[in-house]
Structures are given as C-alpha cells and as structure tokens.
T-cell receptor, first 112, second 112 residues
Framework: KQEVTQIPAALSVPEGENLVLNCSFT??????LQWFRQDPGKGLTSLLL?????REQTSGRLNASLDKSSGRSTLYIAASQPGDSATYLC???????????FGTGTRLKVLA | DGGITQSPKYLFRKEGQNVTLSCEQN?????MYWYRQDPGQGLRLIYY???????QKGDIAEGYSVSREKKESFPLTVTSAQKNPTAFYLC???????????FGQGTRLTVV
C-alpha cells in the first residue's frame, strides 16, 4: 500500500533563503508525482508534475527532483518570499491504481 | 478562463439533510474526482469518474453519491448516512487518470 510522507510538517524561514521540502513514498512503481500549493481555505494549485521517466522539472524559482529508486522527491524553492507562505503537498500516482495518494503537507512560513 | 468551479464556497447542513456540492469544469477533461480534506490528514478520495456515465467508489465512498451525466459536471451529494460530513471538499479533473490534476477552490461543509 502506497504511503506518502512529508517532512518537516512545518517550516519557518527568513525571506531570501533557499529551501528544500521533502516527500518520500514507499512504492516506487509510480506513473508520476505532482507538487501542489494550498493557501489557507483554498483549493490546490498545481506547481510541477514529474513523470516517472523524468529526474526533475523546473518552473521559475521552483525545481522538483524525483528519485524513484529511493522513493524520494524534493521541491527546491530559491530566494524565498513572504508570498511563498502556504502549505505544500506532494501526491503520487501509483501504477495499477486509479488515484493520487497525498502526503499531509509541509506548512511553510516565510518571514519578511 | 478555463478552470474548475465549485459551488457553494460554504455550505451548512442540518442533521438528517442531504446536500449537493457542485463541480463544473471547462477544461475538456475526461476524468473528475472528489476528495475530502480533514485537518492533519491527507486528501482522501471519495469518488472518481473516468468518462461520462461511469464512476467508481474511492476509499471513503460510504454516505456519498455522485452522478456524471455530462462531461463538464460531477456533482457530489452528501447524504444523511454520512455520519461525520464536516470537512473541506475538493473537486479535481485531469485529461486522463494518471495525468496532471487540477483542483477547484473547494466547498467547506459544516453540520449545524
């Protein structure tokens, strides 16, 4: 059974820092992994999608990497800003299933 | 603008009532999903639909029902059989089952 873990659960950093959010999963047979951002009381915004054949994806200040064999993905945020404050969720789509499995998220606060 | 629209944003239900949450998308996506989000837990899948007139139970379907009469619409009914319906409900869609998922802004349901 696929399980997705995100560590840390919460993170507080000063503005300008580069930071890394972690996502680990137990079953490496995945189709893809997706990173989302969720603001309080809002829906999820898709940030990056990494297919199982890819190692990384980049969008602006965000870079996501995928190491299927070790069951890990990282989301790198460069030069963090207060507007980056949100909860970041990762989700994996496991082969042979019909759904994304979500982690419980990392709640990020960037201090001005 | 292409996207997913959920309504209402807030919904209050009395004990014993059925309520219906609306989800509409104009992305021409085939697959649609309903997730439930509770504090401290990852998103859990309630129902999903791959094509019109077809839908399948997810992990926590008891007390819920859905229909998929149109490609654009996937309403969720929370029945009186759902004993703990207070939660944040999120609708999503994707081109196919294992492709990038896009979410609506959510409906917060509260039992009064």
């Amino acid at each position: 059974k696929q399980e997705v873990t995100q560590i840390p659960a919460a993170l507080s950093v000063p503005e300008g820092e580069n930071l890394v959010l972690n996502c680990s999963f137990t079953d490496s047979a995945i189709y893809n992994l997706q990173w989302f951002r969720q603001d309080p009381g809002k829906g999820l915004t898709s940030l990056l999608l990494i297919q199982s054949s890819q190692r990384e994806q980049t969008s602006g200040r965000l870079n996501a990497s995928l190491d299927k064999s070790s069951g890990r993905s990282t989301l790198y945020i460069a030069a963090s800003q207060p507007g980056d404050s949100a909860t970041y969720l990762c989700a994996v789509f496991t082969s042979g299933t019909y759904k994304y499995i979500f982690g419980t998220g990392t709640r990020l606060k960037v201090l001005a | 603008d292409g996207g997913i629209t959920q309504s209402p944003k807030y919904l209050f239900r009395k004990e014993g009532q059925n309520v219906t949450l609306s989800c509409e998308q104009n992305l021409n996506h085939d697959a649609m999903y309903w997730y439930r989000q509770d504090p401290g837990q990852g998103l859990r899948l309630i129902y999903y639909s791959q094509i019109v007139n077809d839908f399948q139970k997810g992990d926590i379907a008891e007390g819920y029902s859905v229909s998929r009469e149109k490609k654009e619409s996937f309403p969720l009914t929370v029945t009186s059989a759902q004993k703990n319906p207070t939660a944040f409900y999120l609708c999503a869609s994707s081109k196919g089952l294992n492709t990038e998922a896009f979410f609506g802004q959510g409906t917060r349901l509260t039992v009064v």
